[in-house]
């Protein structure tokens, strides 16, 4: 190895991985920033703090030394980026869109990984990967996870019945705590109410749900929706499209 090529100079590594469909990356952690980028199916994420939902041409940045795991909903075509901490400052999980100069750069890490911090042509290259990745605006795919037992038991339920119509005070019977307590849990621990939260489970799961070819009358009713139409207004609402545009706009 030539002086320029030290183990120790490198800043980026990059690999690509087809994962299956139901198959899950058991948890694990790493020292670097990483870059989890989706070229086609939906990977969804989960940490102590919460769970985030990576659709089809859009990306998730975790942090370094945060445990994870990541399951696949659809065959999953995975490209990852590693970057050393100095290069890019992430404390917190997000989703982030990936624009076609991103995913071209995050192609040819992948190609001529690792990149050296003293090679021109590599630390060019890093420089921009940095560069779009500063500018990367993050979106509302996020699932925060409640602490507290009962909020946590409450969340399970929703998690486990999200067809099912029950209101706040049959749920709250369900996990023996009251209706206000819950409400009271979920906006200090979560920032949201537990029916909004309720909503963001919903789309989350009609994600995976839709990554697994399942039609959108079909996926709207299964995740608690009383019509398609409904679903497709929150779906709008929330992500800007329709679920059938979303997945193939880039």
């Known amino acids: 190895m030539s002086s320029l090529r030290q183990e120790s100079d490198i800043r980026v590594w990059a690999v690509a991985t087809t994962y299956p469909s139901g198959y899950e990356i058991p948890p694990h952690r790493h020292p670097t920033s990483q870059l989890v980028y989706a070229s086609r199916g939906v990977m969804t994420v989960h940490t102590e703090a919460g769970t985030w939902v990576v659709p089809a041409h859009r990306a998730v940045l975790v942090p370094p030394e945060v445990e994870h795991r990541i399951g696949m909903s659809g065959e999953v075509e995975m490209r990852t980026v590693y970057l050393a901490p100095v290069l890019l400052e992430v404390t917190q999980c997000s989703v982030v869109n990936v624009s076609p100069l991103l995913r071209e750069l995050i192609l040819l890490a992948v190609e001529r990984a690792p990149l050296y911090e003293k090679e021109p042509g590599h630390a060019h290259l890093i420089g921009l990967l940095v560069e779009q990745l500063d500018a990367l605006p993050s979106i509302p795919l996020q699932l925060p996870a409640p602490q507290d037992s009962r909020a946590r038991r409450a ?3 929703l998690r486990a019945h999200p067809g099912e119509s029950a209101d706040l005070d049959h749920i709250a019977r369900k996990v023996g705590a009251s209706k206000r307590t819950l409400e009271r849990l979920f906006l200090s621990e979560t920032a949201m109410s ?8 919903r789309l989350m799961q009609a994600l995976e749900l839709l990554a ?15 019509s398609t139409s409904a679903f497709i207004s929150r779906f709008r609402q929330v992500l800007g499209t329709t679920p059938g545009r979303y997945y193939t706009s880039t």
Request: proline letters at 4%.
């Open 155 to 157: 969340a399970d339920w």
């Open 194 to 201: 537990i029916g909004a939260w309720r909503q963001q489970l």
């Open 212 to 226: 697994a070819g399942e039609p959108v009358t079909q996926v709207a009713l299964a995740v608690g929706y009383e």
